[in-house]
């Protein structure tokens, strides 16, 4: 079942072998499409623009060439490779993967992002590092400086362009990029390549390669008569939300897709605690361990198969109503073969994604090119949890009333009635066959961060300056920030401290107004609590900042 041609996997993609076996112990199986496509060229030293969103694996596509690069012992202080990006959370990502990537390589990576404090990062910059990984204000700061070199850079990448263009770095990303040597490899990762990304391109990219993820379009006839759902959820609710959103589909059998052999293996430990029958199924298994998985999801022994693609590749079960993508897949590819497992034979079937805020553009990438709609459904609630178990605990008292004997009960009954109400010894008898079930285990909420309005993203971009006054957009919710003109706020210094403390996106952000001593800024309101208080616990410019929802004007009500 693990596949032999070489070019689908990283071994045929002639990485040096420290990366092959950090990829391995990372239990990546094969390259995704991006990687597939991006790291020969990159290999090969060629300049790049790649068109794909988080959730493909562009992150490894620009990290293993640039780490191919690394001498054995380099001891340069100044970086030999730059990644610039838009938000903190991004930089930290992204640092992280390449530390991993590069365990074995020794490579020194540093994240510097606005809000740290400057002299940390100073003195690792004193130290030395091989690749920096930046968000441009605070990289062109160092630049200023002096503490940051980039008379050493032989590769830089520019990840999420469209984003940083849409936070007002431009004219950033220019200058830092006129301070790096001509000679040197220059890459370009955006989910979308408006004008002005191009522009970019065409400006500093010499003879650029071009690739695109997610243009794979579903033959004609071949759309699957499947019900398309996905739910955004914060990644640490995942495993908490996939169970509830279980609960209620209470699928005959279902496949969930993770991304790795760790995550199949955690997912599927986490499901079990649970209380669900799931068994893993990865490469790292023996064939013998996957047919006996198969097995007991085939004879319903087990109601649930955790799998990597690999794994599952060729599987065709019958019984099978839902395809849960625990992740975006990193293809629109991978998406339809997966949702072609269920809908079979003119069955109904289901297929769910599970998408990460930071990934919510994708659903619109794979919407477009399977030209099916996906509906964003909103997680169960604690309320609709209990009251869905409520109704089950009913079901079986009904089931219990029209079939089992109860004569032997009577007893009970009649003597307590004595002293009781017939209904209250009903309702008291309710709660303890309810709690009996498990049904009453506490549940904490997990918060709603769907996004609020639709996903048409150039209809959602908006002026970012406005007037004062101008009514807010429906949705949006208008937050006071007590710092403004007088403190060197800018717009783009609000979009970074919003986006790099909770998990909006620019293009989520509306229309920002700086006044000389406080700013105004619309925010969807879904997320409104959650941006007062990461702004709350955060500085602006290095500065703490009064945070609240702005007053009511008087104007008409609303
Ligand atoms: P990215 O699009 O770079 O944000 O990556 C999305 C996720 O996919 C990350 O969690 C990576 O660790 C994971 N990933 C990247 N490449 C692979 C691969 N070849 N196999 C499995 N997982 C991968």
Same mark, same amino acid.
């Given at each position: 079942m693990m596949p032999d041609d070489d070019s689908a996997s990283f071994a045929g993609l002639a990485l040096r072998p420290e990366l092959l076996a950090a990829l391995s112990a990372l239990g990546y199986e094969e390259p995704t499409p991006i990687q597939r496509g991006a790291i020969p060229p990159l290999l090969e030293g060629r300049d790049l623009v790649g068109q794909a969103a988080t959730g493909t694996g562009k992150t490894a596509a620009f990290a293993l060439p640039l780490l191919q690069r690394l001498p054995a012992q380099r001891s340069g202080a100044a970086p030999m490779a730059a990644v610039l990006l838009p938000t903190r959370e991004l930089a930290v990502q992204v640092s992280e993967a390449i530390h991993r990537y590069g365990r074995d390589l020794g490579v020194r990576v540093l994240p510097i992002y606005g809000g740290q404090p400057i002299p940390r990062q100073m003195r690792v910059l004193e130290r030395g590092i091989d690749v920096v990984v930046a968000t441009p204000g605070r990289a062109l700061d160092h630049l200023g400086r002096g503490t940051l070199?980039?008379?050493?850079?032989?590769?830089?990448v520019l990840d999420e362009a469209d984003e940083m263009l849409d936070m007002g770095f431009a004219e950033d990303i220019e200058a830092l990029l006129d301070a790096m040597p001509a000679e040197r490899q220059t890459v370009l990762f955006s989910a979308t390549l408006p004008p002005r990304v191009d522009r970019i391109a065409r400006r500093y990219l010499r003879d650029p390669i071009?690739?695109?993820?997610?243009?794979?379009?579903?033959?004609?006839?071949?759309?699957?008569?499947?019900?398309?759902? /996905? &739910? !955004?959820?914060?990644?640490?609710?995942?495993?908490? +939300?996939?169970?509830?959103?279980?609960? $209620?589909?209470?699928?005959t059998a279902a496949?969930?897709?993770?991304?790795?052999?760790?995550?199949?293996?955690?997912?599927?430990?986490?499901?079990?605690?649970?209380?669900?029958?799931?068994?893993?199924l990865h490469g790292g298994m023996s064939q013998d361990q996957r047919d006996r998985a198969m097995g007991r999801l085939r004879n319903g022994t087990a109601d649930l198969v955790v799998a990597t693609d690999v794994a599952a590749r060729g599987l065709d079960?019958?019984?099978?109503?839902?395809?849960?993508?625990?992740?975006?897949?990193?293809?629109?590819? /991978? &998406? !339809?073969?997966?949702?072609?497992?269920?809908?079979? +034979?003119?069955?109904?079937?289901?297929? $769910?994604?599970l998408a990460e805020p930071r990934e919510y553009r994708m659903l619109t990438t794979l919407e477009r090119a399977i030209k099916l709609r996906i509906s964003i459904e909103k997680i169960p609630t604690v309320a609709d949890l209990r009251a869905r178990r409520l109704e089950l605990t009913r079901a079986a008292l009904e089931e219990s009333l029209l079939e089992d004997d109860l004569s032997s009960f009577r007893v009970v009954v009649e003597s307590l009635a004595d002293e009781f109400d017939v209904m209250a010894i009903a309702?008291?008898?309710?709660?303890?066959?309810?709690?009996?079930?498990?049904?009453?285990?506490?549940?904490?909420?997990?918060?709603?961060?769907?996004?609020?309005?639709?996903?048409?993203?150039?209809?959602?971009?908006q002026p970012r300056e406005h007037r004062r006054g101008q009514?807010?957009?429906?949705?949006?919710?208008?937050?006071?920030?007590?710092?403004?003109r007088n403190a060197g706020i800018r717009p783009q210094d609000l979009v970074g401290a919003i986006t790099g403390e909770s998990q909006l996106r620019g293009r989520d952000i509306g229309a920002i107004e700086i006044a000389d001593r406080f700013s105004l800024v619309e925010v969807p309101e879904s997320a409104a609590d959650h941006v007062l208080a990461a702004l709350r616990a955060t500085t602006v410019k290095g500065r703490k900042a009064t945070v609240r929802r702005e007053r009511d004007r008087g104007g008409p009500v609303r």
């Open positions: 070199r980039f008379d050493a850079v032989e590769v830089v071009r690739i695109a993820t997610g243009r794979e379009v579903l033959a004609k006839g071949e759309a699957p008569r499947v019900r398309q759902q /996905a &739910y !955004v959820v914060p990644r640490a609710h995942k495993p908490a +939300a996939l169970g509830r959103i279980l609960d $209620i589909e209470a699928p496949i969930v897709f993770c991304r790795t052999r760790d995550a199949v293996d955690q997912l599927t430990e986490s499901l079990n605690g649970r209380g669900y029958r799931a068994e893993a079960i019958k019984q099978l109503t839902h395809v849960v993508n625990y992740d975006v897949p990193a293809s629109t590819d /991978a &998406y !339809v073969h997966r949702i072609g497992r269920v809908g079979r +034979a003119g069955r109904e079937g289901v297929a $769910i994604t309702l008291a008898a309710v709660k303890l066959a309810h709690e009996a079930s498990g049904a009453a285990a506490a549940e904490e909420e997990i918060p709603d961060v769907t996004p609020k309005s639709g996903r048409n993203e150039d209809a959602r971009r009514p807010q957009s429906s949705g949006m919710t208008r937050l006071f920030v007590g710092l403004g």
